[in-house]
């Protein structure tokens, strides 16, 4: 296992962001023309927390896509197809062409953003998303209700986040004496596509729900992967050549959300490794430079600096890197669905005689 000691790092707790936040459940518009017109309306879950930017909730959410199938006598009957539910008023909802509750239970499958191409099952119960390329940038929110009965008043839609979220923020130990320019924060090792298949259970506020169980959080198959050299997932990056100046020790960390990468595809977290120039498995990279300030002159990189802590993409041995092992300090080694995960990274003075930050054990 290797262990950078280039950071002291602290985990805080994951908790469940799970929740569609910000509007009660009472008072609900039908957003029906009739009696036996099926509305919908989503609904928070039993969770909050202040939701960061870019986060969907009941408050910003604006549209969403629903497909709705109920058993025929030889045949799955589908009532709805990708009909695109909108917000017209802060309680009020409506799609179009309307449709009327059958005798018989209906299954709902709820998706945003509406654009989300997706596959529902005519002849079973289930759904699934196939390819999807995650930006980093964009929340994904599923809802399923299944055997659904006719009732008064909307369907109440219970969202739940698809994906993992996770949130860095860095901070330097390094002395005043020294001048620390980041270049570049970004991460390796984590699926750029993936194959989500739906909760086999409703997401409803009715019962509890384990995190990462197939039946309440649905499944991820990873596909394609992010590497060292690809920089998918940029954290921050500095519009300076020579970088940004990080701020001492004595600081609050700075959050790592330059390029608004929060959101990324759950999987198991590979172990850190050097290869070939590249670092592979789960890291957070840390692109850097250290001058000394009475003189001017880059202490770190220099020509003793170890192969492995040199930012190899242009060629040069101008930039230095700070790579943070990802799964050695997350539970289980595994991002869930529907969490969120804080990472806060120090960093501090490398050892300028060229001795390699890494151990090994």
Known sequence: MMTSKAFIYILLSAVPPAALTGCSADSLSGSSDGSHAVGFYPVADRTSYDAPEGVTTTLNIRDFKVTATTPGQYNTIILLQDAIVKRTGLNDWTYSPKIEWPETPVNFYMVSPADIAWTVLTWDRGAWINQYRNDGKTDLIVAADYDEMQHPGPVKVNFRHALSRVAV???????DEYDVRMRLAYV????LVGHYVWPTSSTDLTDGFSIGSPDDSGIWSPAGWSTHGQENFVLQQASDPDGMTLSPADAQYIPLDGNHIQFMIPHNIEPSRFDDYNWLGGNIIIVYRIYRRSDGDVVWPT??????????????????????P?????????????????YRLTLNMPDLSGRSPLTRS
């Open 326 to 342: 990802l799964a050695e300090a997350t539970p289980e080694t595994r991002w869930l669905p529907g969490l969120n995960y804080s």
């Open 303 to 324: 020509e003793n600096t170890p192969v492995e802590l040199i930012y190899h993409k242009e060629g040069k041995r101008d930039w230095a890197v700070a790579p943070f």
């Open 169 to 175: 923020s860095l901070r330097t130990s390094i002395p």
């Open 188 to 191: 390796t090792g984590v699926p």
